[in-house]
């Protein structure tokens, strides 16, 4: 959450204090040792936070907090003032102040200052960007994700949201598929009418007919009275099917009928019935390979996917985890925790095999286990803290020598691995081209696990 401040005091000694300790923590500092200068800095350079003292000669703090107010709102400031003074601090919190510092204090107290109101700032900003990309009656709330990566899907739900046409989801389990469907529901003209979902491989399939289609009463042994079925529930609003590539092939062509003809038979029925169902699927198959083998008919998998929509990997998308992060620490009341660099480092280098499911089981763990608001790389799993410790030491060389080719050869497993042998994110990784990983694969003839 690095970013550009301005530091406003006319003491020399405690200005010069300031920006040391700011420089050293990465931040980019200008100084001002007046109000004066200071406003002309701020009008040169918009910086990201202001830092001005209370008492000055001149123009003072209050003077220089409002005179920023009105003309940038939205820049954060921060008031330092003596003890005592705390009721000059109080009225410059009602000016628009973001918080206010007491002298004296220490470098911890001046970092975690910084930290909040950055990171405050950063959200601030995502969230005005995300605002106004979305159209007024697009609700993408909870789909957390400024990066280009998800802008892709925001864009494609914008487009097919209110059409009829089928859309099958793709993608890595815990990556928000249902998410994803709810919000083509409620950005479609049925909005207002049922969304239901199935997971169709949480249902026995002997079961799974009866879950979708309804039936009749003395269909099979147990059925007592006749059962409505999910097409029936759904009926003028969206029908989800979850894990749509798990459905038992002698299934596949019933389901093929109701899309086509837009009618449905209850099991033991003979009456059809007519349905008006928008369908949205998702599989985290890979249905290429499921109709090569047999597992899954081709023609179903065409009405299905009218509109692909793909949902990359957490891993793929890094650069909203620390968004993520701040969601799910307000999501599970705990708005004032921050992160320490180190540790956000640690979260968004590992690789989520699990995705956002993962990231938000691991952030309710680390609020619940903590000792304080600040979480630091202590504070991580054990799995987390050993993978970054292993990421510090990047090469170890024996004093007897090594081969430089073996040693690219494991670099490159290594981000392969890392990348769940996707050679785009691994190519990214190693921060080259993808055509030069594919010939360092070539070259060194490597395979996945599992593969010749």
């Given amino acids: 959450m690095k970013g550009k401040i301005l530091v406003i005091d006319d003491d020399n000694s405690l200005r010069r204090v300031l920006e040391y300790n700011l420089k050293e923590e990465g931040y980019e500092v200008q100084a001002a040792s007046s109000g004066e200068e200071g406003l002309f800095l701020f009008g040169q350079s918009q910086p990201d936070l202001v830092i001005t003292d209370m008492k000055m000669s001149g ?130 003209s049925r909005r207002e009418a049922p969304f239901i979902a199935i997971n169709c491989a949480a249902i026995p399939r002997d079961l799974l007919e009866s879950e979708l289609f309804g039936h009749v009463k003395g269909a099979f042994t147990g059925a007592l009275r006749d059962k409505t079925g999910k097409f029936q529930l759904a009926d003028g609003g ?42 949205v699927s998702a599989t985290n198959v890979n249905i290429d390979k499921a109709i ?94 050993e993978k970054r410790a292993q990421g510090t030491a990047v090469i170890k060389l024996p004093d007897e020598g090594y081969p430089l080719e073996q040693l690219e050869r494991e670099v490159v497993v290594a981000a392969l691995e890392r990348s769940s042998w996707n050679q785009t994110a691994a190519a990214r990784f190693l921060r080259i081209p993808r055509h030069t990983l594919i010939y360092r694969i070539e070259k060194y003839g490597i395979t996945p696990p599992g593969q010749k």
Avoid at 240 to 257: C, I, N, S, T, Y
Avoid at 337 to 348: F, G, K
Wanted: net charge neutral; proline share 4%.
């Fill in 59 to 188: 123009m003072d703090g209050l003077m220089v907090l409002k005179s920023i107010k009105e003309r940038s709102p939205e820049t954060l400031v921060i008031i330092i003032t003596a003890f005592g003074t705390v009721n000059i601090a109080v009225e410059a919190m009602k000016a628009g102040a973001y918080d206010y510092i007491t002298k004296p204090f220490n470098r911890d107290e001046l970092k975690l200052i910084v930290l909040k109101a950055l990171q405050f700032n950063g959200l601030a900003e995502e969230n005005k960007r995300l605002k106004s990309q979305l159209s007024d009656k697009t609700d993408f709330r909870t789909i957390i994700g400024n990066s280009k990566e998800m802008e892709k899907v925001f864009d494609v739900i914008r487009k097919v949201a209110d059409t009829e046409a089928a859309i099958l989801i793709t993608g890595e389990s815990g990556t928000g598929k249902e998410l994803v469907a709810r919000s083509i529901h409620a950005n479609s």
């Fill in 238 to 279: 969206t029908l989800f099917l979850d894990e749509v590539g798990e459905l038992p092939l002698e299934l596949q062509p019933k389901l093929l009928r109701a899309l086509q003809e837009k009618e449905i038979e209850p099991v033991g029925g003979t009456k059809v019935q007519k349905i008006d169902v928008r369908v």
């Fill in 292 to 385: 090569a083998n047999g597992s899954f008919r081709e023609d179903l998998y065409y009405r299905l996917a009218v509109i692909p929509v793909h949902l990359p990997s957490l891993r793929e998308r890094r650069k909203d985890i620390p968004l993520l992060i701040k969601y799910f620490c307000g999501k599970h009341g705990s708005e004032n925790v921050t992160l320490e660099n180190s540790a956000l480092e640690a979260l968004v280098m590992h690789s989520w095999p699990g995705n956002v499911r993962e990231l938000e089981n691991t952030i309710e763990r680390l609020l619940i286990m903590r000792n304080g608001d600040m979480i630091s790389v202590d504070d991580l799993p054990d799995k987390l803290r």
